[in-house]
């Protein structure tokens, strides 16, 4: 069974930082790309950030310049460091993954259950 366990949401205040990790477990044979999502109050899920096997990184407009996303392949474990918060990046934030689960399955999707961010003014 896999999962995905996230971590480092909280509260904190406009101007912040705060790391937010996730961490794939289970039998699998590899992760492919990796990345973050968030959930505003009464919105729909929109990317923040993406990081393929190889490194290669993807931003939402919004938060460039301010959260940079990485991972450790042997951990199995992405990673989103969040500068300069604002209160409008407040949301449920969710971890993504494609997993190859055996050689002959293919890949698929998978969720993390989501950290609350919360930045106050």
């Known amino acids: 069974q896999v999962q995905l366990v996230e971590s480092g949401g909280g509260l904190v205040q406009a101007g912040g930082s705060l790391r937010l990790s996730c961490a794939v477990s289970?039998?699998?044979?590899?992760?492919?790309?990796m990345g973050w999502y968030r959930q505003p109050p009464g919105n729909q899920r929109e990317l923040v950030a993406t990081?393929?096997?190889?490194?290669?990184?993807n931003y939402a407009d919004s938060v460039k310049g301010r959260f940079s996303i990485s991972r450790d392949n042997a951990k199995n474990t992405v990673y989103l460091q969040m500068n300069n918060l604002k209160p409008e990046d407040s949301a449920v934030y969710y971890c993504?993954?494609?997993?190859?689960?055996?050689?002959?399955?293919?890949?698929?999707?998978?969720w993390g259950q989501g950290t609350q961010v919360t930045v106050s003014s």
């Open positions: 289970g039998n699998i044979v590899l992760v492919d790309s």
């Open positions: 990081i393929g096997r190889g490194g290669s990184t």
């Open positions: 993504n993954a494609v997993i190859m689960l055996s050689w002959v399955s293919g890949v698929s999707d998978y």
